[in-house]
Nanobody, 114 residues
Framework: QVQLVESGGGLVRAGGSLRLSCAAS????????GGWYRQAPGKEREMVAV??????TIYADSVKGRFTISRDNAKTVYLQMNSLKPEDTAVYYC?????????WGQGTQVTVSS
């Protein structure tokens, strides 16, 4: 079973930047779709950004122009977050999807202060 480990979360002021990393235990992102999702307190988990095995990307409207998803090899997916806003505060989760199989990471907290 593949495991995903997120890192890079933390506390940042509004307007600041953070870079999240998602490291897979095996080289899966050459065949898997990688994605970042987030869940704020009292809200449902939502898609933030997705990158396909072919390199195509999709972003939530709320983060377009501020966040960038990337992949530097088949084991790591990143989320560069710029111009952060207090409403970006959430637990951010990494997800890998291969066919009918989905794997989630444990999440990393991002807190943006005003």
């Amino acid at each position: 079973q593949v495991q995903l480990v997120e890192s890079g979360g933390g506390l940042v002021r509004a307007g600041g930047s953070l870079r999240l990393s998602c490291a897979a235990s095996r080289s899966i992102f050459s065949i898997a779709t990688g994605g970042w999702y987030r869940q704020a307190p009292g809200k449902e988990r939502e898609m933030v950004a997705v990158i396909t095995s072919g390199g195509g990307t999709i972003y939530a409207d709320s983060v377009k122009g501020r966040f960038t998803i990337s992949r530097d090899n088949a084991k790591t997916v990143y989320l560069q977050m710029n111009s952060l806003k207090p409403e970006d505060t959430a637990v951010y989760y990494c997800k890998a999807t291969i066919g009918a199989t989905t794997v989630w990471g444990q999440g990393t907290q991002v807190t943006v202060s005003s």
